[in-house]
Each structure stands twice: as C-alpha cells, then as structure tokens.
C-alpha cells in the first residue's frame, strides 16, 4: 500500500483509506463490517475515518470494536464533530462545549485515548472561528488529538483556518471534501487554497456513490440492494442518476480495460492522480470490494488517459466552486 504525507505535517496515511460513513451500524451486519475492515487491514489499509453522526454514533462504536487488538501505533484514526448528535441544543455545531464533549464521547466509542486527526465536518458560521480553533487546539495539548482538520470548507474558510491554526502553534494539515470524475468542484478555489495553507486532501465519494462502477445503466432501475435502492443512502447519489450521466459513464468501460482496471479501480486512481490528494476514502459492504478498490493504489494515469476520460464526461462534469460544502 502506497503512503503519502498529509499536507505539511509529518504524518504519513495510507494513498486508500477506509471509511464507514452508510455501512457500519446500518447497511451491514456487524460481522460484515469486521469482515471488511479486517479486509482492509489485510491489504495495508491503516488509515480508518467515521464521524460521530455515522449512523447516530454507531458507526464509531463498531469501528472500535473492529479496530480492538490492533496494535494502535500501526493506525491512523480520524473522526469528525459537527452534525446533531443528540436532542440538546448544544448536542451540534461547533461551540467550545460540543467539540469536547463530542471528542470525549467519540474516544469512548472508538476504545482509544486519542485520535490522529479530529475534523470540522462543516464550517459553523453561528459560532466564532476563535472559539472552535482554540478548542480544537485545546485538546491537542491535552493530547486527546495530534492533529486537526476540515470537511467541506471552502477556500476562504480553509485560509481563516489555516492562520488561526498558526497562531495557535496547532497544525491544521487536511480537508475532506467529495472528489471524484464527476465531481471536481474543489479544483477552482479549495484546491489551491489548500496548498498555499499546507493542507491535503482525504477525498470522499471518489466513486460517485457507487456510479462509477459502472453498475446503473441507464433507462434500467438500480440493482436490489444497492445505494441507490436505498431509501436513505440513495438520497445522496440522485444527482449523478440521469440517463446522460450513466450512459457517458458506460463509455469509460473502454479506457478500464484498456489500463486491465476495473471501474472502480479507474476512477480511483483518477482521484490518486491530484497532486493535493493523501487518500481516497472507500467504503465497502463486502471484503471483495476492498480487495478491488486497494489495488487503486500507485497506479498512474498518464496524460492521454486523463484528456480521454474528460472527452468522455464532457459536460456532465460538475466544476461550479460554488456548490464546495453542499455535498
């Protein structure tokens, strides 16, 4: 497995790292899910990002039973911290008291002492950039967290971050926005924003929910039991459900078999190929799909390929910086 630096800090996490955002507490069994986890363990996956919000903490609770004997040196965990988590008023946001509380709550449900990189899972534009950041650098001097990053920040919050971070001797080294062929909002304005900041990208939905494997076709109705029969996990992959979209994505089939990739395999190594991307995030309901998702890893696309696939995807492409954090 391939290791890249996350932005300028001096961590190193794995080019797939694992995520269990639909699937831990909710799509699948926990068997299933301690299966794939020990399928990413297998393949050299260390790195492991949940959210407390995941299926309303559950997630995080499995990810630590599945992650329980490893040896914790040997991992990088992340979580997150910002949606509804309870009925309170304070149980959301980013105040001062629900980022602790939402931290010592996920330490106990991830059966660790610390996390390696505790993020934003949104910008809370209701409370001061100054509070959340010294909260945030708090519990790295508590030694709770050792590093500190965001999700779905545009360019301008990424910056304000960035410098209150500094002034707080805290590093804020990553950004978890969606990326993939279809989705290249970030490109515009959070990319180069992140590489003046010294931050990197960990990129979620590189296979556009599951579009990208090829599996919808179109004028023909999703599988049984995937995403996109799913009442609620498919509420998020009904962008990239039009005819146009499946039918331009058939046509990538070529160029997979072509470079002996699967779909999956292609459209992740895509993302890999974004200088300002450390990782892309997989997830999986079954082992098979992690064994084909890690063989991503170090594959290089080269210039041909690249202008192939933006031929094929023409306008379906998504570029508008604006919809940054609508994801």
Known sequence: M????????????????????????????????????????????????????????????????????????????????????????????????????????????????????????????????????????????????????VSEWNAEEIAAGAALARELGVQLISNQPQYSMLWRV??????????????????????????LTGKYLPGEQPPPGSRASDPEAGRFIQRFMTDDVLGRVQQLRPVAEDLGLSMAQLAIAWVLQNRNVAAAIIGATRPEQVHDNVQAAGVTLDADVLARIDDVLGDTVERDPAKTSRG
Not at 109 to 121: E, G, I, K
Not at 188 to 211: K, N
């Open 2 to 149: 391939e290791s890249r630096r996350l932005g300028r800090s001096g961590l190193n996490i794995s080019a797939i790292a694992y995520g269990n955002w639909l699937t831990h507490g909710g799509q699948v069994e926990e068997d299933a899910a301690q299966a794939c986890v020990r399928a990413a363990l297998d393949a050299g996956i260390t790195t492991f990002d949940t959210a407390d919000v995941y299926a309303g903490t559950r997630a995080e609770s499995v990810l630590g039973r599945a992650l329980a004997g490893q040896r914790r040196e040997g991992l990088e965990v992340f979580t997150k911290v910002y949606w509804p988590t309870g009925p309170g008023h304070n149980d959301r946001g980013l105040s001062r008291k629900h980022v602790v509380e939402s931290c010592h709550a996920s330490l106990q449900r991830l059966q660790t002492d610390y996390v390696d990189l505790y993020q934003a899972h949104r910008y809370d534009p209701t409370v001061p950039l100054e509070e959340t950041m010294t909260a945030f650098a708090d519990l790295v001097r508590a030694g709770k967290v050792l590093y500190v990053g």
């Open 186 to 211: 970030i490109e515009a304005e959070v990319v180069p924003a992140s590489e003046r900041e010294g931050l990197s990208q960990i990129v979620w939905s590189p296979l556009a929910q599951g579009v």
